[in-house]
Antibody, heavy 119, light 109 residues
Framework: QVQLVESGGGLVKPGGSLRLSCAAS????????MSWIRQAPGKGLEWVSY????????YYADSVKGRFTISRDNAKNSLYLQMNSLRAEDTAVYYC????????????WGQGTLVTVSS | SYVLTQPPSVSVAPGQTARITCGGN??????VHWYQQKPGQAPVLVVY???DRPSGIPERFSGSNSGNTATLTISRVEAGDEADYYC????????????FGTGTKVTVL
């Protein structure tokens, strides 16, 4: 069965860095597009970043552009989100999600990992 | 950037029909996806590509999309349908194409 498991969340000070990982299993990872989506406490869903199956196409939300970097290692069935210059407003649960193409829905989600940015 | 607007809340009695709207400029030209999220859980896809249902999603969940409004309809509402619902599209004309709606809290009376 399809599984997406995020890790790497935690407490970090403003201006700090964190690297999230998403381990995929139960499907051919290299065939699918992946995204990061976050949800601040008590708020709605916010799309963060997208990477195509080969890694050749990448998009970011304006709120994270220049600070976050998405990447993937198809040999390791893993997705990553490098987060630098973190701000209090980046505090959220971060989900990785799988889609069959860029415009398709997210049929599978991980359980999420909490990132807290606070001094 | 593309904006999707949903009503903050919808209340419905058990057995009745709930309709959740998602407004966006010419949204009828895009594929719309709908997610259900219960407290403390990850979102679950309930309708994709305007009106298709993933396996395991009851037929009570249906979707439509035309003009400037997409709609998620929940028929014969049950207590277990109480949740937050989000619409989502991919705005291919944008360099930040992923867009979620503002979310709607469905309360079963």
């Amino acid at each position: 069965q399809v599984q997406l498991v995020e890790s790497g969340g935690g407490l970090v000070k403003p201006g700090g860095s964190l690297r999230l990982s998403c381990a995929a299993s139960g499907f051919t990872f290299s065939d699918y597009y992946m995204s990061w989506i976050r949800q601040a406490p008590g708020k709605g869903l916010e799309w963060v970043s997208y990477i195509s199956s080969s890694g050749s196409t990448i998009y970011y939300a304006d709120s994270v552009k220049g600070r976050f970097t998405i990447s993937r290692d198809n040999a390791k069935n893993s997705l990553y989100l490098q987060m630098n210059s973190l701000r209090a407003e980046d505090t959220a649960v971060y989900y990785c999600a799988r889609s069959a193409r860029d415009s398709s829905g997210y049929h599978y989600w991980g359980q999420g990992t909490l990132v807290t940015v606070s001094s | 950037s593309y904006v999707l607007t949903q009503p903050p809340s919808v209340s419905v009695a058990p057995g009745q029909t709930a309709r959740i709207t998602c407004g966006g400029n010419n949204i009828g030209s895009k594929s719309v996806h709908w997610y259900q999220q219960k407290p403390g859980q990850a979102p679950v896809l309930v309708v994709y590509d305007d009106s298709d249902r993933p396996s395991g999603i009851p037929e009570r969940f249906s979707g439509s999309n035309s003009g400037n409004t997409a709609t998620l309809t929940i028929s014969r509402v049950e207590a277990g349908d109480e949740a937050d619902y989000y619409c989502q599209v991919w705005d291919s004309s944008s360099d930040h194409p992923g867009v979620f709606g503002t979310g709607t809290k469905v309360t079963v009376l």
